[in-house]
């Protein structure tokens, strides 16, 4: 099956400095990819998705980077501000499934 | 556009006791899905609803947990009896049909069994 592992658990930034969180994942037919944030008390909050046929998509202030070749997906924040602090995971799909496996979450800490 | 809403947003109850947790999707989201997730851990999928189908229940942990969904709109997990391991957060979304669409949480409810 699938496995998702994010490097750290906890991430402490300064406000204003860029964040990057990564994830890697086991399964090289995982074709779709999506981060989700978290705020205490909240339900995971969709924040971008990528495709496999992508190794790159940028949002506001957020950008996605795909390696398929390592199996590694990383997410980056730019200009970190405080309301970004929060809990941060990814979910990989594979073959057509609509089930995703999560990672266990990075937790942003960003300090004015 | 509202959100996926979910009820009672917190319930602590006794071991022994029924509780039934309600998940309202996004309007016109065919596929829901209900999840938990035990403190530290990660997110577990427990089932998917295609309407009122049960596409996937293999997450469900045994037969004390019953979702429902009947006519293709709001979502109920019923819990009975509840143990203590059944603690944690649950989590409802919902998503447009395709498995390449992300899939929009609700707040959860909190769940404490003593």
């Known amino acids: 099956g699938e496995s998702v592992g994010l490097h750290l658990p906890t991430l402490s930034v300064q406000e204003g400095d860029n964040s990057i969180i990564n994830c890697a994942y086991s399964?090289?037919?995982?074709?779709?990819f999506i981060w989700y944030k978290q705020e205490s008390g909240k339900g995971p909050q969709f924040i971008i998705d990528?495709?496999?046929?992508?190794d790159k998509r940028q949002g506001q202030r957020v950008t996605v980077l795909l390696n398929k070749t390592v199996k590694h997906l990383s997410l980056q924040i730019a200009a970190t501000q405080p309301g970004d602090s929060a809990v941060y995971f990814c979910?990989?799909?594979?073959?057509?499934?609509?089930?995703?496996?999560f990672g266990r979450g990075t937790s942003l800490i960003v300090h004015p | 556009e509202a959100g996926v809403t979910q009820f009672p947003s917190h319930s602590v109850i006794e071991k022994g006791q029924t509780v039934t947790l309600r998940c309202d999707p996004i309007?016109?989201?065919?596929?829901l899905y209900w999840y938990r997730r035990v403190m530290g851990k990660e997110i577990k999928f427990l089932l998917h609803?295609?309407?009122?189908?049960?596409?996937?229940e293999s997450g469900m942990p045994n037969n004390r947990f019953l979702a429902e969904r009947t006519g293709g709109t709001y979502s109920t997990l019923k819990v009975q009896p509840a143990e203590l391991e059944d603690s944690g957060v649950y989590f409802c979304?919902?998503?447009?049909?395709?498995?390449?669409?992300?899939?929009?949480f609700g707040p959860g409810t909190r769940l404490l069994v003593l």
């Open positions: 609803f295609v309407k009122e189908s049960k596409q996937d």
């Open positions: 990528i495709r496999s046929n992508m």
């Open positions: 309007s016109g989201h065919d596929n």
């Open positions: 399964n090289s037919a995982s074709d779709y």
């Open positions: 979910a990989v799909l594979t073959g057509g499934s609509y089930i995703p496996t």
């Open positions: 979304a919902s998503s447009q049909t395709s498995p390449e669409r992300p899939q929009y």
